[in-house]
C-alpha cells in the first residue's frame, strides 16, 4: 500500500517522459544502440503510436466485453441454458487460436491495417471475459436472488439492477486480464501494418538496435502495469463497498 | 382473507406440503410452525407465487393467484426472507425503499417512510440510512430486512423466521413491535418460525406443520391445551404447558379489588408475569397499576384457578 503511493506517481512519470519526451532518454538508451545509430525512435511520434496503440486496444476490448457480456446472460437465462456448451466452444476456440494465426488468415479478407488486428485481440479477449461474467452470474447469493424476485422485481430489472451490479467485480476482473493481454499482444499487429508500439519494437528487431526494443518494450510493459493496477483498484473499490 | 385449498408442492415426487388446506382471516397473525424440514418455508412461498403448487390452489379476497403477473402480485405482498437477502451494493435506505420505489412513490414520501421504519427499529436514521449491509450486525440487517417488507404497507406480510438472528432481548421487543404495527394497520401476517413459544406469542391462529401436513390449525389456546397429534404436544412441551397457557391471559382477566404488597404490573401483563413475580418475591399477590394508579391485585390463588380452567 504504502509502496503503490511512491511507486505509483514516478512510475506515471516515466511513462510520460518516455513518450513526451523521448530524447530525455537518450543516455540511457544510448549503450544499447549500434555504434553510430539512431538512439531514440524519430520515425514517428511515440505519442501518435501509443494512442493509436491504446485506441486498438480499447476498441477490441470494448467489443469483446459487449459480445461476452451479451454471451453470459443469454445462456445464464433458462432459454438460453442449451447454448452453453456452444458458446464455451466459441470462446475457448477464439482462446486457442493463436493471434499471429488470425492476422495471417484476416489480412486477406481485411487488407493491411488496423482491421485484422482488431479482430485477433477481439478473439482473443473474448474468453477471460465471457468465463469470468459467466462465473460471477451463476454465482449470485442466492438469498438476494430470491428476495429480487420476492418483493416485485421483474426479469429485466432483476438484471440490471441486481444481477449486472454484483457480478460487475468478477467480470471487471476479467476484462483487465483481457486488456493487459491484448496491449501485449496488439504489438505483433505493426506486422501487418496496424499502428501500435510494436512497430518500435519491429523496427529494432529488422535493425539490430536493442536500444529501439527496449524502447518500445518499456512503453509497453508500464502502460499494461499502470492499466492493471488501475483497474485493480476499482474492483478492490467496488468489492468494498459490496462488503467482499 | 386468503383461502388455500388442497395445495401439494412435490420436489422429485417427494411432498414437501401435503394437501394444506387453510383459510387466513384479514387482520389477523398466522403463525405456522414446525421443525426444520417441515415444508413451512414453501407453503409460505407458494402464496407469492415464489414456488407454483404442483397442486392446489390460493385465493387472495377471492381471486386466485394465478390472475396476475407473479412480479405484478409479489409487490402487493410484503416478503420478509429467511436470512434478510438484502441488496449487498444498495444502501440501506435503497433497501428499505425497494417496493415502494418499484410502486414509484415520489422521492421524499420513500425518503420519509424510510426514516420511519428505521425509527422504528431503534436504529437512528442519520446513522444508518446511508449503511451497505455489510456495515450492520446480523440482527441489524434483519431488522432492516423487515423494515423493506413493511415499507409499502402492503395489506399482507409474509414473513420467513423473521427474528431468528436477533438475540432474545431484541427478538422479544421486535416480537412487540410487530404486534403493536400490525394492530395498529389491521395488516395481514403470516410468519414462520420452528419456536413455539414465538408463535404462541405472536399467532391469532397457529398452524403446525409436520412432514409437509397441516397437522392443527387453531388458537394459540386450542393448541396447548388439546393438541391434536403426539409431535404438537412435544412442540409445546409436557413441562411447559401450564406457563404457556398462563403467558397468554392478560392480568385484566382475573383481576379482583383490594391491596397487595410490592411492584406492581401493567394490566397488559401476563398470568405468566404475576407468577413469577410472587415466586420470585414470596408474595401471594401483586397488584395492578394502570396510568399510574393501582386498580386492584391478582392473587396466586386466582392464577391457580384460572390454569385449572381448561380441565
Ligand atoms: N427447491 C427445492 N428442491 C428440492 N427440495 C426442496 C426444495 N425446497 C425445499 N425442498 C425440500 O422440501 C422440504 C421442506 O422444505 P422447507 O419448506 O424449506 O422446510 P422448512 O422451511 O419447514 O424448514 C425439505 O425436505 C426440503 O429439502
Ligand atoms: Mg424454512
Known amino acids: ?244 | 382473507m386468503i383461502e388455500i385449498t388442497h395445495i401439494t408442492k412435490e420436489y422429485d415426487g417427494v411432498k414437501a406440503v401435503d394437501d394444506v388446506s387453510m383459510t387466513v382471516e384479514t387482520g389477523s397473525v398466522t403463525v405456522i410452525v414446525g421443525t426444520s424440514g417441515s415444508g413451512k418455508t414453501t407453503l409460505l412461498r407458494m402464496i407469492n407465487r415464489l414456488e407454483e403448487p404442483t397442486s392446489g390452489e390460493v385465493r387472495i379476497n377471492g381471486a386466485s393467484t394465478l390472475s396476475e403477473e407473479p412480479y405484478i402480485l409479489r409487490r402487493r405482498i410484503g416478503y420478509a426472507i429467511q436470512g434478510h437477502g438484502l441488496f449487498p451494493h444498495h444502501t440501506v435506505a435503497r433497501n428499505i425503499g425497494a417496493v415502494p420505489q418499484l410502486l414509484k412513490w415520489p422521492a421524499d414520501k420513500i425518503r420519509s417512510r424510510v426514516d420511519e421504519l428505521l425509527d422504528l427499529f431503534s436504529m437512528e436514521p442519520d446513522q444508518f440510512r446511508d449503511r451497505y449491509p455489510a456495515e450492520l450486525s446480523g440482527g441489524q440487517q434483519q431488522r432492516v430486512g423487515v423494515a423493506r417488507a413493511l415499507a409499502s404497507r402492503p395489506d399482507l406480510l409474509l414473513m420467513d423466521e423473521p427474528f431468528g438472528a436477533l438475540d432474545p432481548i431484541i427478538r422479544t421487543r421486535a416480537q412487540d413491535d410487530l404486534r403493536r404495527i400490525q394492530q395498529r394497520l389491521g395488516s395481514t401476517i403470516m410468519l414462520v418460525t420452528h419456536d413455539m413459544e414465538e408463535a404462541i406469542r405472536l399467532g391469532d391462529r397457529v398452524a403446525v406443520m409436520d412432514a409437509g401436513k397441516l397437522v392443527q390449525y387453531g388458537t394459540p389456546a386450542e393448541v396447548i391445551t388439546t393438541p391434536a397429534t403426539r409431535f404438537v404436544a412435544d412442540m409445546v412441551g409436557e413441562m411447559e404447558r401450564p406457563l404457556r397457557l398462563l403467558s397468554l391471559i392478560p392480568l385484566s382477566d382475573v383481576m379482583e379489588s383490594g391491596e397487595a404488597d410490592g411492584a406492581p404490573l401493567g394490566p397488559e401483563a401476563s398470568l405468566r408475569d404475576a407468577l413469577s413475580a410472587c415466586l420470585w418475591t414470596g408474595r401471594s399477590a401483586v397488584p395492578v397499576e394502570e396510568d399510574g394508579h393501582i386498580t386492584g391485585r391478582v392473587t396466586l390463588q386466582a392464577i391457580r384457578s384460572r390454569a385449572e380452567l381448561h380441565k
Not at chain 1, 52 to 69: D, E, F, M, R, Y
Not at chain 1, 191 to 211: F, M, Q
Open chain 1, 1 to 244: 500500500m504504502r509502496i503503490g503511493v511512491i511507486l505509483r506517481p514516478l512510475l506515471v512519470a516515466i511513462l510520460l517522459a518516455m513518450v513526451l519526451r523521448p530524447d530525455w532518454f537518450r543516455p540511457v538508451f544510448e549503450p544499447f544502440a549500434p555504434a553510430g545509430g539512431p538512439v531514440i525512435y524519430e520515425r514517428a511520434s511515440l505519442l501518435s503510436l501509443s494512442l493509436s496503440h491504446l485506441g486498438i486496444v480499447a476498441l477490441a476490448s470494448l467489443a469483446a466485453t459487449i459480445v461476452a457480456v451479451t454471451l453470459a446472460i443469454l445462456v445464464t437465462r433458462p432459454a438460453g441454458a442449451a447454448f452453453r456448451p456452444l458458446s464455451r466452444t466459441i470462446t475457448n476456440m477464439g482462446q486457442t487460436f493463436p493471434p499471429v494465426a488470425v492476422l495471417a488468415l484476416t489480412v486477406p479478407a481485411l487488407g493491411f491495417g488496423t482491421g485484422p488486428t482488431l479482430v485477433a485481440l477481439f478473439l482473443y479477449g473474448l474468453l477471460p471475459i465471457f468465463e469470468n461474467a459467466f462465473t460471477a452470474l451463476t454465482t449470485l447469493p442466492p438469498a438476494t436472488m430470491d428476495a429480487a424476485r420476492g418483493i416485485g422485481l421483474n426479469r429485466w430489472q432483476r438484471l440490471i439492477r441486481v444481477e449486472l451490479p454484483l457480478a460487475l467485480p468478477v467480470t471487471l476482473t476479467g476484462i483487465r486480464l483481457s486488456i493487459v493481454i491484448a496491449l501485449g499482444t496488439a504489438t505483433i499487429g505493426s506486422t501487418v501494418a496496424a499502428r501500435t508500439l510494436g512497430e518500435v519494437i519491429i523496427a529494432g528487431l529488422l535493425t539490430n538496435n536493442t536500444a529501439f526494443v527496449l524502447q518500445g518494450g518499456l512503453i509497453v510493459g508500464l502502460f499494461a502495469v499502470l492499466i492493471y493496477d488501475a483497474l485493480v483498484q476499482l474492483e478492490g473499490y467496488l468489492a468494498r463497498r459490496m462488503g467482499g
